[in-house]
């Protein structure tokens, strides 16, 4: 019994040194983004915060156009989510509640794609795409392209054909549309599933790089997570405290859904993983 | 109506599919069997020149090599850390909740950003990592820009961001196994590392071959963010891997034809993957 105690101290030690480090990164960026020029290149570096120095964030505004930037981000990771969830609920429909001539063939086809991240194993045929589409620099080029995917389609499925067949006969019955019966029945049945799956498709869209990179020449159509990167090229090179306050307002929104929603999250990310 | 009515309803997803993913791998075969100037205006067929060209090539080669290491690296330390850190989490420890909360926390944050982070921390002026490695051993690193250093700090970034996922994934599974034979082949006896790795461990195999193929995917392409914001693919070529070789010929160097083949050849891999999981894993890795 006493032998095991120590043990588990020991683990509990270990326990709080692998929470440090895998915190640490987050915690110094927002201390950094807080510290005077000064103070960042001060020696020994500080750990923790001795000022509240907010002028970075003004910087970090006026270096590069952060506000349009973040909004940039918004509308694209909200227009990602929602057509997501959209074609992926319309999609999961079909493939749970009806047999139909090719089923197999689409679902195959569907699935084919799921390791097939087009913003990425695809960025140069598809930049020549959007180009001979006259999409470059435009949100149409950061949004369309991912608007399906093979992912939430099956998530979707999954989750409608755990509803009682039944619902569906009896809406039938009393006189009910199949789309009726999908909006009315079907949708708000699957309410926390949808929820899950939004922020999920949230934080993936709000940390995509590559693609917008590529696809937005100008300034004002890129994102956040491009806007970060410029600020480290920018003139305040090692200006550490202002790219930390950016790099804090970029991380900010899908960190503190993350925080806020945890369990939500956690769950559905396991169950969309493990049935998918 | 109930014979179209599923048409329509796959009518979205098809569309984008077939405009974005289908259409644009097919576009990127064809390329890849051309040599083209710069501006697109004059296009040689070239056979599959475009690809014997790749595979002799030294940075092409290179190429493949630092992924293989980056890959296997990241995939060891990731799935090693993770099973490690979900058993000590499993154990419901006092302040679990806020253990659990904080090393979750990176799952949210994006590669380009894990890269940021870690550029500043590793950096051998104003960082801190430094500052204790020379505290503790009086090292003083060059962390993004000497071999071998860039590509450990490459790995450590991706380790750091990728680590949340998978214990997300190990403790829902350690969940399922009875907690007694966790306890008793962690606390008691001497071998009790050993048992772990040989009894719990296998246990969970279904959720390791997802998480191998998840990661090796996430590691093949999300890696570019980290690597262009840490290292930009250097020192040299270092670590330049496969997508950052991809993006550098097709948007740095216009090099259109090769890095159209380049495409193809991720393609055939990701193609390679996607039959592996479904072969081997939609029976075992149905989890309930």
């Known amino acids: ?276 | 109506m109930k014979r179209v009515l599923p048409y329509l309803l796959l009518l979205p997803t098809f569309v984008i599919i077939t405009l974005f993913i289908y259409w644009p791998a097919v576009y990127s075969l064809r390329l890849s069997f051309y040599r083209i100037t710069p501006f697109g205006n004059r296009m040689v067929f070239v056979g599959l020149r475009n690809f014997q060209r790749l595979f002799q090539s030294p940075e092409y080669l290179n190429a493949i090599k630092v992924t293989v290491v980056y890959v296997l690296a990241s995939l060891f330390l990731t799935i090693f850390l993770a099973f490690f850190i979900a058993l000590l989490l499993n154990m419901n420890l006092p302040g679990n909740r806020i253990f659990r909360a904080l090393i979750f926390t990176p799952y949210a944050i994006s590669p380009a950003i894990a890269g940021v982070l870690w550029s500043f921390l590793l950096n051998p002026v104003v960082g801190h990592v430094n500052y204790i490695l020379s505290k503790l051993f009086g090292l003083q690193v060059e962390w993004l820009t000497t071999k071998p250093y860039a590509l450990i700090a490459v790995i450590i970034a991706t380790v750091w961001k990728t680590l949340p996922f998978d214990i997300i994934f190990y403790l829902a599974g350690l969940q399922d196994i009875p907690q007694e034979l966790i306890e008793a082949s962690l606390v008691e006896g001497a071998n009790s590392w050993a048992r772990t790795w040989k009894i719990v461990f296998p246990l969970l195999s279904p959720i390791t071959f997802y998480l191998v193929i998840m990661n090796l995917v996430s590691f093949m392409f999300s890696s570019f963010a980290i690597i262009d914001v840490t290292t930009k693919g250097g020192p040299g070529n270092y670590t330049t891997t496969l997508i950052y070789r991809l993006y550098l010929d097709a948007f740095a160097f216009q090099k259109i034809g090769p890095a159209a083949a380049q495409s193809v050849i991720l393609f055939l891999i990701m193609a390679i993957v996607t039959i592996f999981y479904f072969k081997f894993g939609e029976r075992r890795v149905h989890y309930q």
């Open chain 1, 1 to 276: 019994m006493r032998r095991k105690r120590s043990i588990t101290i020991l683990y509990e030690i270990i326990l709080v040194m692998v929470t440090f480090i895998m915190a640490l990164p987050l915690f110094l960026a927002i201390t950094i983004s807080f510290q005077k020029p000064e103070a960042v290149f001060s020696y020994p570096p500080k750990f923790f915060p001795t000022s509240f120095y907010w002028k970075n964030y003004v910087e970090a505004f006026k270096y590069v156009p952060l506000a349009r930037l973040f909004l940039n981000s918004l509308i694209v990771a909200s227009l990602i989510t929602l057509g997501k969830l959209t074609t992926g609920a319309l999609a999961g429909f079909a493939f749970s509640h009806f047999n139909f001539k090719s089923k197999k063939i689409m679902f195959a086809t569907l699935f084919a794609t799921l390791f097939l991240p087009a913003e990425t194993v695809m960025i140069l045929p598809l930049f020549l795409i959007m180009k001979t589409f006259g999409w470059v620099n435009t949100y149409w080029a950061l949004t369309i392209p991912f608007m399906a995917s093979a992912t939430n389609t099956f998530l979707m499925r999954q989750h409608f054909l755990t509803i009682p067949r039944e619902l569906q006969d009896a809406a039938l019955i009393d006189g009910a549309s199949y789309m009726q019966f999908f909006w009315k029945v079907l949708i708000p049945l699957s309410k926390h599933m949808l929820a899950g799956a939004s922020i999920i498709n949230f934080v993936y869209a709000w940390n995509m790089y590559l693609w917008p990179l590529i696809v937005s020449m100008e300034d004002k159509m890129k994102t956040v997570q491009v806007g970060v990167k410029m600020l480290m090229q920018a003139e305040s090179a090692n200006n550490w405290g202002v790219i930390m306050a950016g790099t804090v307002v970029a991380l900010a929104p899908t960190v503190v859904m993350f925080l806020a929603l945890q369990n939500l999250f956690v769950k559905s990310l396991v169950r969309s993983g493990m049935k998918g």
